[in-house]
């Protein structure tokens, strides 16, 4: 799969190329989700935010915003920030430049049509950018941001003890957790062990006095 093949390039290239992978100063965590709105995942991951009093930061999958323009809206309702994650989960190294870029214009525009607000930050498909990727994004003024922790939780074959344990191994202020509220491009019903793994992620950052932070 493209998320393991390609995990020893991407981490090279994004160190190589100054692309953000925490948050300078910050006092808490930022916790992100990846490839919604989903219709079931979103939701769930909400309820559990919501009862640890969390925030997060969802970057989301401009096709699927124009079929749950109402869900993305709620996401900035209830206090949250919504990125870009493309307008489809295509990886940029197959895409040329004008396609990278349509794409980002694309998914942008649905996600402030839907939201109200304007979007800022943008995160590629598997964490990858291409040259014309992130020379699009520069352009866009959109500011790239991957992650310092993941909890692997696309996996078939995981739980969401594994998937909390590795999210939050080593964590301090100033890491950003990716983890995925929807299953529409990995593991099937993969976002049922990650809302899993949010509770016991919201307490472990609890047990931690670790607070929640937007990515700004």
């Known amino acids: 799969m493209i998320r393991y093949a390609l995990a020893p390039v991407w981490r090279d290239a994004a160190h190589a190329l100054a692309i953000p992978r925490t948050l300078s100063g910050a006092s808490g965590v930022a916790v992100t989700f990846d490839d919604g709105p989903h219709p079931e995942g979103t939701p769930a991951v909400l309820e559990v935010l919501a009862r640890a009093g969390a925030r997060a930061t969802f970057f989301l999958i401009g096709e699927q915003v124009m ?26 190294l197959r895409l040329g430049p004008a396609a990278v870029r349509d794409d980002m214009v694309r998914g942008r525009a649905a996600i402030e049509d ?34 310092s ?14 998937i909390a344990a590795r999210a939050t191994r080593s964590l301090i202020a100033g890491d950003v957790i990716l983890l995925h ?14 809302v899993a793994a949010l509770e016991l992620i919201t307490a472990e950052l609890t047990r931690r006095k670790l607070d ?5």
């Open 114 to 147: 839907a939201c109200g607000v304007a979007v800022a930050l943008h995160r590629p498909p598997y964490g990858i950018y291409s040259p014309a990727g992130l020379a699009a994004v520069r352009e866009l003024g959109l500011a790239p941001l991957l992650w």
């Open 67 to 92: 079929r749950r323009p109402a869900l993305a809206a709620r996401l900035v309702s209830e206090g949250h920030r919504v990125a870009l994650h493309g307008h489809r989960h295509r990886l940029q």
């Open 181 to 194: 509220d929807a299953d529409f491009y990995s593991a099937r019903n993969s976002h049922r062990r990650t």
């Open 149 to 162: 922790r993941w909890g692997k939780d696309w996996r078939k074959f995981t739980t969401p003890r594994r």
């Open 212 to 216: 929640t932070v937007l990515v700004l």
